[in-house]
Structures are given as structure tokens and as C-alpha cells.
């Protein structure tokens, strides 16, 4: 497995986190009852970190999709360099620190992170064109 797929791997992985952190957070404020339910009521709105944890989510969500489809596409187009490697590290690194800042409401340090991951993204576009 190169070096690029190990880090998706992990980047799966930082997925679940995203998802599990979310997702305690708002049963913790809505009850287990809720949440293995059919959800059909309308609920008080999230705490401040549970709706931030939910934008950090969906925000990983919308660059997933693209950072998986340029690591799949170099590794079958036999490209494998220091930038896909660099790019890879990057967004993993990138949006794990992200995480966090989200959800302590960390502004502007936040925008710059999620900067260095589509960075890190691009780094992989640009040397499979």
C-alpha cells in the first residue's frame, strides 16, 4: 500500500472521530431515548459545541470526497511523489487540528487550517495533471 492510501486510511479513521465526537455530544444533550428513536420531533437547538461539531463535520465531509478521489486517481495513475505525500500529510494533519478549533469556536486560526488542507489537496491535484 503506498504512503498516500495509508494516509486516507487514516483519514477514514479521523472521519469516525468527527462523526463519534458529534454524535456524543448531541445524544449527550438529547438522551439515548432520541437518539436511538425515530427522531420525528422537533428539538431544541444544539449547544454551541454541538452545532459547531456538526459544521466541522459536514465541512470535512464536503472535501472528503475530492481528497479520496485524488489519492484513488494517483494511485492509479502511478503517480507517487514527495508533493502526494507532502499533500496527503497536509490535509490529514490539517483536519485533525481542525477538529478542535471548531469546537472551541477558535476563529481565524480555523480558516487557516482548513487553508493548509486544501493545500494539501491541491499539492495532489496538481501533480497528477
Known amino acids: 500500500m503506498t504512503t498516500e492510501l495509508t494516509w486516507l486510511a487514516w483519514t477514514i479513521v479521523l472521519a469516525l472521530v468527527y462523526i463519534f465526537a458529534f454524535d456524543i455530544v448531541r445524544t449527550?444533550?438529547?438522551g439515548l431515548k432520541?437518539?436511538?428513536g425515530a427522531r420525528d420531533g422537533t428539538m431544541?437547538?444544539?449547544s454551541?459545541?454541538?452545532d459547531r461539531?456538526?459544521?466541522a463535520q459536514a465541512n470535512l465531509f464536503?472535501?472528503?470526497p475530492l481528497f479520496?478521489?485524488?489519492i484513488l486517481i494517483a494511485h492509479v495513475a502511478g503517480v507517487h511523489t514527495r508533493w502526494t505525500v507532502l499533500g496527503a500529510q497536509l490535509y490529514f494533519w490539517a483536519r485533525l487540528a481542525y477538529l478542535p478549533l471548531y469546537a472551541f469556536g477558535v476563529p481565524q486560526v480555523r480558516s487557516l487550517v482548513w487553508l493548509v488542507s486544501l493545500a494539501g489537496l491541491l499539492m495532489i491535484?496538481?501533480?497528477i495533471l
Request: glycine share 12%.
Open 68 to 70: 479520496a478521489a485524488v
Open 44 to 46: 431544541p437547538p444544539l
Open 53 to 55: 461539531l456538526g459544521r
Open 28 to 30: 449527550g444533550q438529547y
Open 125 to 127: 491535484v496538481f501533480a
Open 34 to 36: 432520541w437518539n436511538t
Open 62 to 64: 464536503e472535501t472528503l
Open 48 to 50: 454551541a459545541v454541538g
